[in-house]
């Protein structure tokens, strides 16, 4: 089975960093795009940032030039820079990623979508 399992999150005053990390584990054959994913109380989900196995990435236009992601496609993991937090990126952020968890997924373009858990980042004013 494939487990996203996430880990960074925590609490920072305002103008802080943090960086998330993300690592795909199990049947894992390859990998398309992984992206992070935040929901704030009382909100809807919404995108952060995502990048493809290529390495183009795609930012939410409230965090382009505070946060940049990455990955290691060696690693399965993605990451989250986030600079200059503010308390409005405070939220539950969840990692996403499109994967090909056997060769004959990856043949046929059946890529499957997969969420983590979810960690939590607050930031206080």
């Known amino acids: 089975q494939v487990q996203l399992v996430e880990s960074g999150g925590g609490l920072v005053q305002a103008g802080g960093s943090l960086r998330l990390s993300c690592a795909a584990s199990g049947s894992i054959f390859r990998i398309n795009t992984m992206g992070w994913y935040r929901q704030a109380p009382g909100k809807q989900r919404e995108l952060v940032a995502d990048?493809?196995?290529?390495?183009?990435?795609n930012y939410a236009d409230s965090v382009k030039g505070r946060f940049t992601i990455s990955r290691d496609n060696a690693k399965n993991t993605v990451y989250l820079q986030m600079n200059s937090l503010k308390p409005e990126d405070t939220a539950v952020y969840y990692c996403?990623?499109?994967?090909?968890?056997?060769?004959?997924?990856?043949?046929?373009?059946?890529?499957?979508?997969?969420w983590g858990q979810g960690t939590q980042v607050t930031v206080s004013s």
């Open positions: 990048i493809t196995q290529g390495g183009s990435t």
């Open positions: 996403n990623a499109d994967l090909a968890p056997y060769y004959s997924d990856y043949l046929n373009a059946k890529w499957r979508n997969y």
